[in-house]
């Protein structure tokens, strides 16, 4: 199993303990009264330092810092008040308006600015652009498409436009997966290194599988654990992963097995260990025992230290023996699993799997139907020999012998 997200320590750590002291400062400094809001503007406020703090945030939680992405939520409420705080005037710049699309794409409220047009602020910019970005942070997923069609991504500065790309992919996806990937390319190549492209090649890698670009596949699973084998979300890509290079669309091949190891082990040693395990796993239950067996196995070579993986890897290569003619060796070693070293959903796997070994040796038994349950069973053939009186059933048969004379000699 996945080991605990790390925390990045040193200047990182240090960098958003501050930026979290200066988040709660501004929290405490709101004003309790119901004022509005106009009568506490602060014009030395600048919307571009606002977005930073966020970027900051985004540089970390790709770090692994989970309390970075814990406190991504509360900031993004501190700065959208302290927006509609902000002197109006400001907004009349372009690069302020900019600063307000980015920070809607990026989890941002667009009821903010909804609220500063309703007081009669105008902001500066491309109209599509800002009104399908509030569309968007507001979940109006048809709008938000209408509307972003209209922008080119590659017209904007480069901080906005990986953004927007990612908008336009998401939005894209689920409708036509194939043209989404231009937006996906266009958001990693515009802003690599950041959230934005972690975030693009997250999505974007198991959408090229599904395709069948199996080699695009990979090359961004590599970037991926490349860069950002850290991140908060590296767990849950590792999962997409293993689900992908496991399943029947993948594997065509008996020989893919070899190709497939070959882009495991490019990655670095934690992420191998977690890419066999949950590959072993993943295989296990998609019925594919042969690639569960050899992830499994894999695993169990590199001689991890980690004991509850190395149980798990144990579990794993006994199961997918339970269903072949080494169903002997594989209860042995599922029963020598210490059950206290599992989680929860792999004992159930171990628990499936010994019952499965210990239906290859059992007879098969004829089905009952339900309302025969309680009826002594009596067989089809060989019946005559049965009965104690084997003259019982003669006119019974006289009968039937008559019966099928007479429907022969029928005319039809």
């Known amino acids: ?58 540089d970390e939680i790709i770090k ?14 501190v700065i959208g008040r302290r927006f509609l705080r902000l002197d109006r005037e400001v907004w009349k710049q372009e690069k302020h308006a900019r ?17 500063l047009a309703v007081q009669g602020v105008v902001f500066s910019g491309d109209p599509n652009l800002f009104a399908g970005a509030m569309a968007y942070s507001q979940g109006n997923r048809k709008l938000a498409l209408r509307l972003l069609a209209r922008v080119d991504p590659l017209t904007l500065p480069v901080a906005v436009a990986g953004q927007v790309a990612l908008a336009q992919a998401i939005l894209t996806s689920n409708e036509d997966p194939a043209a989404a990937q231009r937006y996906f390319d266009v958001a990693r190549l515009m802003m690599p290194g950041t959230l934005v492209e972690e975030s ?41 992963v293993a689900n992908v290079i496991s399943g029947a669309e993948y594997l065509k091949k008996e020989n893919e097995w070899e190709r497939v190891f070959q882009l495991v082990s490019e990655f670095d040693e934690e992420s191998q260990h977690i890419l066999l395990l949950r590959l072993a796993r ?3 239950v998609s019925g594919n025992t042969a690639f569960a067996i050899r992830g499994s196995t894999a695993f169990l070579e590199l001689e991890a230290k980690n004991e509850q993986q190395t149980n798990e890897a144990e579990l794993y290569l006994s199961a997918a023996k339970a269903s072949s003619e080494d169903w002997k060796d ?40 339900a309302a025969s349950e309680f009826v002594p069973y009596v067989p089809q053939i060989g019946l005559n020999k049965k009965l104690h009186n084997e003259k019982v059933l003669e006119p019974f048969e006289d009968a039937l012998n008559d019966a099928d004379k007479a429907l022969k000699e029928a005319e039809f």
């Open 1 to 58: 199993m996945p080991g605990p997200i790390k925390q990045t320590p040193g200047k990182s750590f240090l960098k958003s303990a501050a930026l979290s002291l200066a988040l709660a400062t501004a929290m405490t400094s709101l004003p309790a009264s119901n004022q509005p809001a106009y009568a506490q503007m602060v014009s030395t406020a600048d919307p571009d330092l606002m977005v930073l703090e966020l970027q900051i945030l985004q």
């Open 64 to 77: 692994g810092n989970l309390e970075a992405y814990n406190l991504l939520q509360p900031s993004l409420i």
């Open 99 to 115: 600063a307000a699309v980015s920070f809607m794409l990026s989890g941002g409220s667009g009821s903010v600015f909804q609220e």
């Open 200 to 240: 693009a090649l997250r999505r974007q890698a198991p959408m090229v599988a599904k395709l069948g670009d199996t080699q695009k596949f990979e090359r961004l699973a590599r970037r991926y654990l490349f860069q950002y084998s850290g991140s908060v979300f590296a767990s849950e890509f590792r999962d997409t």
């Open 282 to 284: 993943a295989a296990l």
């Open 330 to 369: 594989a209860i042995s070693g599922l029963v020598e699993v210490k059950v206290s070293d599992l989680e929860p959903d792999v004992q159930l796997i171990q628990t499936a799997a010994i019952a499965m070994a210990n239906s290859i040796r059992e007879w098969p038994q004829p089905e009952t139907p």
